[in-house]
T-cell receptor, first 114, second 117 residues
């Protein structure tokens, strides 16, 4: 089955700096890679996703890159703000065929300091 | 996006008892998923709740411990049976939603935080 590794487990940045979180996956058939933000006491919230036919996607201060050959993808947050502090999870899935089941990375605790 | 409501939001239960968690979606969906998030850990898929048939369980999870019902296309329940402290986790319901153009996204409920004492 799919295995997703995520690094780093914790990340502390100064407000305004950039943050980068990296994930690798093992199943070459995976073609859908979402990123979730989880705040304390809440369920994960989808913030951005990318499909394997695209190498990069941006949404305001958030961007995701995908290297299908190397089987890794990254989340980039620019101009970080205190409200970006949360746990971030990457995930991988096969759509269709994988039944929309997600395999999650281990999570990154991001802390944005003033 | 789908609106997913889970009940209860949290509970403290005695070991040996069972708890049933409800997941209600504001639209009809073919599949619903149940995940477990142990303290400080990532999310692990428990099972896929199929309407009209038995749930499909992932490796390490069994029906006797986590019975699931899916009576219709907007509702599912997960029961955690004969609980032990190791079952203390957040249990999350997830629904894939297909947008216009065929894009599928997975949305999550707010979770049920279970503590077993």
């Amino acid at each position: 089955g799919e295995n997703v590794e995520q690094h780093p487990s914790t990340l502390s940045v100064q407000e305004g700096d950039s943050a980068v979180i990296k994930c690798t996956y093992s199943d070459s058939a995976s073609n859908y890679f979402p990123w979730y933000k989880q705040e304390l006491g809440k369920g994960p919230q989808l913030i951005i996703d990318i499909r394997s036919n695209v190498g990069e996607k941006k949404d305001q201060r958030i961007a995701v890159t995908l290297n299908k050959t190397a089987k890794h993808f990254s989340l980039h947050i620019t101009e970080t703000q205190p409200e970006d502090s949360a746990v971030y999870f990457c995930a991988a899935s096969r759509i269709p065929g994988g039944g929309n089941k997600l395999t999650f990375g281990t999570g990154t605790q991001l802390k944005v300091e003033l | 996006s789908a609106v997913i409501s889970q009940k209860p939001s949290r509970d403290i239960c005695q070991r040996g008892t069972s708890l049933t968690i409800q997941c209600q979606v504001d639209s009809q969906v073919t599949m619903m998923f149940w995940y477990r998030q142990q303290p400080g850990q990532s999310l692990t898929l428990i099972a896929t709740a199929n309407q009209g048939s038995e749930a499909t369980y992932e490796s390490g999870f069994v029906i006797d411990k986590f019975p699931i019902s899916r009576p219709n296309l907007t509702f599912s329940t997960l029961t955690v049976s004969n609980m032990s402290p190791e079952d203390s986790s957040i249990y999350l319901c997830s629904v894939p939603t297909t947008r216009t153009g065929g894009r599928t996204e997975a949305f999550f409920g707010q979770g049920t935080r279970l503590t077993v004492v």
